[in-house]
């Protein structure tokens, strides 16, 4: 426990040196429903519907801006490898005295607070400025989604970051990455509404089953049984990113 | 007493191939054997590409060894490496730094991953940042400093943990000779307190003047391992010896050609000489030619240890792969 609050420290430490970033780390999944959720809520005045219940597009978007937030999260914290290699860091790292689980599980820790705070921030003020209704009893498991969000895409990207040494390489890896698992989920749009073969790959995507379990949570919208079994799916998927994470970074110079 | 007590670093058929996606790989490491023994300052020397730095990686748990073992304190690195890492710290060869914190912040970081007490992370922080010059920085972020007090803060890094073994990968590259200067005098009183300290370097003076025993390593195999004197005696030429008369004169010449030199060469008034340690006795040979002509000045100069590195390196690099010696 001792290492992982000194990886959690050095995390805090970096994150704290420029205030203006972790401000817009913050506020930015806010910012994109303000903007992006308002322009589509005018575009579809009629609402979308999953799962037969039609609601507002705003409310919709809420969760698939959370675990957008969630993956941003996981995609900086990834990309600090690239940094810390850059800098050398991450090698002599590798000698502390810690396990590559601990380094591992405290960098996503604390970036899960960030990511939970961000979603704090989101709801709340969601709630507030756009009325949102939103089922306050399940809040917890939209926190629970959130951190197993950010840290099962974390682990992810972590095998790609630390086996693609080089960073326009990790670039590319990460445009394509993004641009197929956001658009291939359920995160802009109701799946049902999806062409045949797109609605595949968004039942395969692990991106759809953070999605639909945190809309679930957040205005309660599906089927329970499909969001549970998709919420089974997702740490099933978070536990093999985790084992190879951890089988990557054991050998970090491909050697 | 445990052996690893003895020898908190001991190397055995150490062997490590690199494959990549190269089609030939690349043997790094071809059966190295060491040990280091406690409170000893071991200096492994090699040209670049001899193996030092893969065996640091081996120590230290970075890559796995592809055979042989190798342990630290007792540890072995595949089967214990996150025991071995409780007992090491490294300066890696390349510049590790928290480049977005201050100078003292990189400090308490360290300190806090090597569980020093928060009471006393502060007072070992201004204690390493006065031994290395450090103070007036302390504020500043390490992102606004030259490369080479970038490295002192890496290497003063290390100063503020206890823990048995320190691997020092050219630790002084790019410091200044008064940094230099400290972190030599602070790996010396380290190693009196009973850490055991193995560094590579390619300043072969400082090894000289800061190493217990030395391996020259090459190719991945330990070409020799000693005492400095005991490498040195291993120089074709041991010792050069000049010596001043008034005036040079025939039997000056006659007299010393009657022993084994090496090398003999006259001015018009010093007689350059030189002779394998083993095969004459100075004393001797000084002895014989004073009874000649009376001496106005000598000197013996012992052959350095970069005579030895070249020579031995030289051989190997010309005619393959040269014996193990130790």
Redesign the interface.
């Known amino acids: 426990m ?2 992982i ?2 990886v959690m ?2 995390e805090y ?2 994150r704290t ?2 205030l203006t970033w972790l401000f817009y780390d913050m506020f930015m999944p806010l910012t994109y429903l303000l903007i992006f959720g308002i322009g589509f809520e005018s575009a579809f005045a009629g609402g979308v519907a999953v799962a037969g219940d039609r609601m507002g597009y705003n409310a919709f978007f809420l969760a698939g801006v959370l675990s957008m937030a969630s993956f941003g999260i996981a995609i900086n914290t990834a990309y600090g490898f690239f940094v810390d290699r850059d ?3 991450f ?2 790292f ?6 590559r689980s601990e380094f591992l599980v405290g960098k996503i820790l604390f970036n899960s607070l960030l990511a939970l705070v961000q979603a704090a921030i989101t709801i709340t003020l969601g709630a507030v400025l756009l009325g949102l209704a939103l089922r306050w009893d399940l809040i917890g498991l939209v926190a629970f989604g959130q951190v197993l969000g950010t840290a099962g895409w974390f682990f992810f990207l972590t095998t790609f970051a630390i086996r693609i040494r080089r960073n326009d390489m990790f670039n590319t890896f990460l445009n394509v990455a993004y641009f197929v698992l956001m658009f291939g989920s359920s995160m802009f749009y109701p799946v049902e509404s999806l062409p045949r073969w797109l609605q595949a790959v968004s039942f395969v995507n692990p991106l759809t089953w953070h999605t639909d379990v945190l809309r679930y949570a957040t205005i309660g919208a599906g089927a329970a049984e499909v969001v549970a079994l998709e919420g089974v799916a997702f740490l099933c998927f978070l536990a093999v990113s985790f084992a190879l994470a951890v089988q990557t970074i054991r ?5 | 007493m445990n052996l690893h007590e003895n020898s908190p670093i001991r190397v055995h058929d150490l062997v ?1 191939v ?1 494959r ?1 996606k190269s089609r030939n790989p690349v043997k790094a490491l071809d059966g190295l054997n060491m040990e280091v023994a406690r409170g000893e300052i071991f200096g492994l020397l090699g040209r670049n590409g001899a193996g030092k730095t893969t065996l640091l ?1 081996v120590l ?5 060894p592809t055979s042989g073992t190798a342990e630290v304190c007792g540890r072995n690195v595949v089967k214990e490496p ?1 025991r071995v ?2 007992s ?3 300066v ?1 060869q ?8 201050s100078v003292l ?1 990189n400090l308490s ?1 360290y300190g ?4 020093i007490p928060r009471r006393q992370i502060r007072e070992r922080a201004e204690s390493v940042m006065a031994q290395f010059g450090l103070e007036e920085y302390r504020h500043q ?1 390490v992102i606004d400093l030259s490369g080479g007090l970038k490295r002192r803060v ?1 290497v003063a890094k290390v100063f503020m943990v206890d823990k048995p073994v320190v ?1 020092l990968d050219e630790a002084t590259t790019g410091m200044d000779p008064v940094n230099k200067r400290a972190t030599l005098d602070a790996i010396r009183e380290h190693a009196r307190q009973g850490r055991t300290i193995l560094l590579t370097t390619h300043i072969l003076q400082e090894a000289e003047e800061l190493c217990d025993r030395i391996a020259i390593v090459d190719q991945g195999r330990c070409l020799v391992t000693g005492d400095l004197a005991m490498i040195k005696s291993m120089a074709t030429r041991a010792y050069d010896i000049n010596v001043t008369f008034e005036r040079m004169r025939p039997e000056i010449l006659e007299t010393a050609s009657r022993y084994p030199l090496l090398k003999l060469r006259s001015t018009s008034t010093t007689l350059e000489m030189s002779v394998r340690g083993s095969e004459v006795s100075t004393f001797a040979l000084l002895d014989a030619l004073s009874h000649v002509e009376p001496i106005v000045h000598f000197e013996v100069t012992s052959a350095s240890l970069e005579d030895v590195f070249l020579e031995l390196l030289g051989t190997s690099g010309k005619e393959g792969r040269a014996g193990e010696k130790s």
């Open positions: 001792k290492m609050l000194a420290y050095r430490r970096i040196t420029s800098n050398g860091i090698y002599e590798l000698t502390y005295p810690m396990t050998n970090p110079l491909r050697a | 490590k690199y990549g990686r230290s748990t970075l890559i796995e996150y890492r409780q090491i710290c490294a890696l390349e510049n590790a730094v928290e480049v977005f914190l912040d970081t806090r991953f090597h569980s972020k890496q691997f």
